[in-house]
């Protein structure tokens, strides 16, 4: 058996690949075209135009719903946890919402363009950056709760620092955008250059921050599977 295939472990597995190859992808291609500039532009830039934009709209969509079943998955598995320890939390319903939520921001993200709907994008953007983070400190915030059961200690410490970090990214992300005018290409001399530079890049170290927090979910993810049952209704 391949070590993938244990568990539900290609779940998180899937998600961090699918998700680096979209970012990267998108950018790739963003720059083979000169449609960016090469230092880090902001992460939607590189899906604004075509034919970059379809590849960065379909692979973002299917990392949402991927997102999506994997945080559903961490939920189910968090709450035979709590059935064993013998206690029930609204902690984990909650993380899963706010989780979900995240999603479909970034379902969002990926179906309006930043130079076309640049209001709703950014709605959908700021929905996705913010319950992400939120998702990330509550699921950091469990895996303190239900260690020694499920996660080593070195594992949570880890989940927190990466969740921290994405914390501390997100307030220069955020804020930096505001004087942000949208637009593909930048001069050093621009007068918001400096607000680009930094909330681009801390949307990058966000975005990563997430996909390096999935990736701590592999281990755990090789010790549970899910099963789907059927119930008649009629006779």
């Known amino acids: ?20 190859s979209t970012f ?23 899906g604004a135009d075509p034919p970059e934009s379809g590849v960065f709209g379909v692979m973002t969509t299917v990392t949402a719903f991927t997102s999506m079943l994997t945080m559903y998955a961490r939920y189910k598995f968090v709450q035979k946890l709590e059935e064993i320890q013998g206690f029930r939390s ?17 379902c969002i993200v990926a179906t309006f363009q930043v130079t076309l709907v640049t209001e709703v994008h950014d709605a959908g953007a700021l929905v996705f950056f913010v319950c992400g983070v939120l998702y990330t400190l509550l699921q950091s915030v469990i895996s303190y709760r239900m260690h020694p ?26 804020i930096c955008a ?3 005018p949208t637009k593909l290409h930048w001069d050093s001399h621009d007068k918001e250059f400096a607000f680009h530079l930094a909330s681009a890049i801390s949307e990058w170290i966000v975005t990563f921050c997430f996909v390096f927090f999935f990736f701590t979910y592999i281990r755990e993810f ?3 599977k899910l099963t789907l049952t059927a119930d008649m209704l009629v006779n």
């Open 178 to 180: 505001f004087f942000v």
């Open 24 to 46: 990267i992808i998108s950018y790739i291609i963003a720059l083979v075209r000169h449609d960016v500039d090469v230092i880090f532009p902001y992460i939607s830039d590189t």
């Open 222 to 224: 090789k010790c549970f």
């Open 149 to 174: 059961y499920g996660s080593s200690m070195a594992l949570c410490h880890t989940r927190m620092v990466i969740s921290i970090i994405s914390v501390l990214a997100s307030f220069p992300m955020i």
């Open 1 to 20: 058996m391949y070590w993938f295939s244990e568990g539900m472990c290609f779940l998180p597995t899937f998600l961090v690949i699918w998700s680096s």
């Open 90 to 106: 609204k902690l984990n319903k909650c993380a899963l919402w706010i989780g979900l939520i995240a999603c479909l921001g970034m």
